[in-house]
């Protein structure tokens, strides 16, 4: 099965800790996205990378960094900087960078909160 | 500044009848549109798209229509049921020349179907 798989579901963050969200693609997608879901407010970029080794900031990364060094993964690290990191965390991935219909799949999502 | 506007945060119909979902947008740019569905604690998933070239784009049960000179368009479900409860987000993007695949979400509208 193709898919897109985030792990893990819920994750909990201590005042000061970095965590790691995981995204894995086994959809040999070319462009993936971190996206962040916060009641009422819809999906906010944070990070986009087109292509292996490279990725650039979205609207909200302040407080968060990705790498990107195999075409299948793009983890998302929440760093201590982000004040308020308590959201709803979607990685997505497309095709190619490139291409005409701009669908998106969606990962299952992970539940970051504060402790 | 929203670029992407869903002003109808809930909507409830009964089962068997028309469920419209609008979305207005304010940047012109825009020429690639697509609904989103999600349920309660997993990622979002594809429903139907339209270019900016045609008015209408129908998928079964579900069409779109698309008014630029309004920069607004709606989701029409017909019939409703009640497994089509779920949030529906609107989206937009604009080739360019970094066509970066990025799309950008209106705030969601969460429709109830009761049976």
């Known amino acids: 099965d193709g898919g897109i798989t985030q792990s893990p579901k819920y994750l909990f963050r201590k005042e000061g800790q970095n965590v790691t969200l995981s995204c894995e693609q086994n959809?040999?997608?070319?462009?993936m996205y971190w996206y962040r879901q916060d009641p009422g407010q819809g999906l906010r970029l944070i990070y986009y990378?087109?292509?292996?080794?490279?990725?650039q900031k979205g609207d909200i990364a302040e407080g968060y960094s990705v790498s990107r060094e195999k075409k299948e993964s793009f983890p998302l690290t929440v760093t201590s900087a982000q004040k308020n990191p308590t959201a709803f965390y979607l990685c997505?991935?497309?095709?190619?960078?490139?291409?005409?219909?701009?669908?998106?799949?969606f990962g299952s999502g992970t539940q970051l909160s504060v402790l | 500044d929203q670029q992407v506007k869903q002003n109808s945060p809930s909507l409830s119909v009964q089962e068997g009848r028309i469920s419209i979902l609008n979305c207005d947008y304010t940047?012109?740019?825009?020429?690639?549109f697509l609904w989103y569905k999600k349920y309660p604690a997993e990622g979002p998933t594809f429903l139907i798209s339209?270019?900016?070239?045609?008015d209408k784009n129908e998928d079964g049960r579900f069409t779109v229509f698309l008014n630029k000179s309004a920069k607004h368009l709606s989701l029409h479900i017909v019939p409703s049921q009640p497994g089509d409860s779920a949030v529906y987000f609107c989206?937009?993007?604009?080739?360019?020349?970094?066509?970066?695949?990025?799309?950008?979400f209106g705030q969601g509208t969460t429709l109830q179907v009761k049976p």
């Open positions: 997505a991935s497309r095709d190619s960078p490139l291409a005409t219909n701009e669908k998106l799949f």
């Open positions: 959809l040999n997608h070319d462009a």
């Open positions: 990378s087109q292509i292996v080794n490279d990725f």
């Open positions: 940047n012109s740019m825009f020429d690639y």
């Open positions: 339209i270019s900016s070239i045609k």
């Open positions: 989206a937009a993007s604009s080739h360019g020349s970094s066509n970066t695949g990025k799309l950008i």
